[in-house]
T-cell receptor
């Protein structure tokens, strides 16, 4: 069965430091991959998506993610963390090669230390 | 932002009462979804719809029913609410298969408390 694993339910970084949120997936077919962000008391917002056009994907708010097929990974990075980045981040993969259902990771809460 | 609204945004109800949550979209997207979000469980799919009157179960469908009589509206009903259904409920929409890459767009959520 397909799955998405996000390493670390909580990640804490200092303001200005590199942000790295890890996502590994299992899929038997080329996947579509997504990162979403959820700010407190809000819905999920699409941060970026991989659709096979380019392995390095740039998203909103300075985030980017790199698709590595050999590692089945799609890690999210940002060079310099800002206090406003504090939120929960979810990785998702399209289910079974279709694009109408997503398999979700458990989420990683990003904490920014001043 | 995708035009998705949910109503009500907050509701407190008593065990055993029926509850209906509404999701309304203005994007004319084919697919609509209901999720629940609970601490430690992430997002779990309750039901989804792939067209008017076409719905299917997700992973946690017990105790829930849905209806979609118009493209723009997707209703989630708890026939007899239980305390285990206290949660935050999110509606999402997607253009779906054959259109784009299947990203989903989310509503603002409904916080439901069953006492």
């Amino acid at each position: 069965a397909q799955s998405v694993t996000q390493l670390g339910s909580h990640v804490s970084v200092s303001e200005g430091a590199l942000v790295l949120l890890r996502c590994n997936y299992s899929s038997s077919v080329p996947p579509y991959l997504f990162w979403y962000v959820q700010y407190p008391n809000q819905g999920l917002q699409l941060l970026l998506k991989y659709t096979s056009a380019a392995t390095l994907v740039k998203g909103i708010n300075g985030f980017e993610a790199e698709f590595k097929k050999s590692e089945t990974s799609f890690h999210l990075t940002k060079p310099s963390a800002h206090m406003s980045d504090a939120a929960e981040y979810f990785c998702a993969v399209s289910k079974g090669g279709s694009n109408y259902q997503l398999i979700w990771g458990a989420g990683t809460k990003l904490i920014i230390k001043p | 932002d995708a035009g998705i609204t949910q109503s009500p945004r907050h509701k407190v109800t008593e065990t055993g009462t029926p509850v209906t949550l509404r999701c309304h979209q203005t994007e004319n997207h084919r697919y609509m979804y209901w999720y629940r979000q609970d601490p430690g469980h992430g997002l779990r799919l309750i039901h989804y719809s792939y067209g008017v009157k076409d719905t299917d179960k997700g992973e946690v469908s017990d105790g829930y029913s849905v209806s979609r009589s118009k493209t723009e509206d997707f209703l989630l009903t708890l026939e007899s609410a239980t305390s285990s259904q206290t949660s935050v409920y999110f509606c999402a929409i997607s253009e779906g298969q054959g259109q784009g890459s299947g990203e989903q767009y989310f509503g603002p959520g409904t916080r439901l408390t069953v006492t």
